[in-house]
């Protein structure tokens, strides 16, 4: 399976019951960019419930990749 095939969903029915339970979507995509040093990109996309648009954020690091992810995480209790 290639890079752009690959998705993982999980969905659990004891969870789809709860109303209070904490939701949110989050699609990574990353690529290198096509000049010479072919820098690294990726882009973010993520929504949670209620009526606050999709959000998109481009980083150009692998560090800033974890950072954004571990800040929206923190929205959803364990």
Do not use: C
């Not at 820098?39 to 998109?56: I, K, M, V, W």
Request: proline content about 4%; overall charge negative; cysteine-free.
């Amino acid at each position: 399976m290639n890079e752009e095939e690959l998705a993982v969903v999980t969905m659990h029915d004891d969870d789809a019951a709860d109303s209070t339970a904490g939701r949110g979507t989050m699609v990574i995509r990353i690529w290198s960019e096509a000049s010479a040093d072919g820098s690294f990109r990726s882009r973010l996309t993520f929504a949670g419930t209620g009526d606050e648009p999709p959000q998109e954020v481009v980083v150009a690091s692998h560090e800033r990749l974890l950072e954004t992810v571990s800040e929206w995480l923190e929205k959803y209790p364990d």
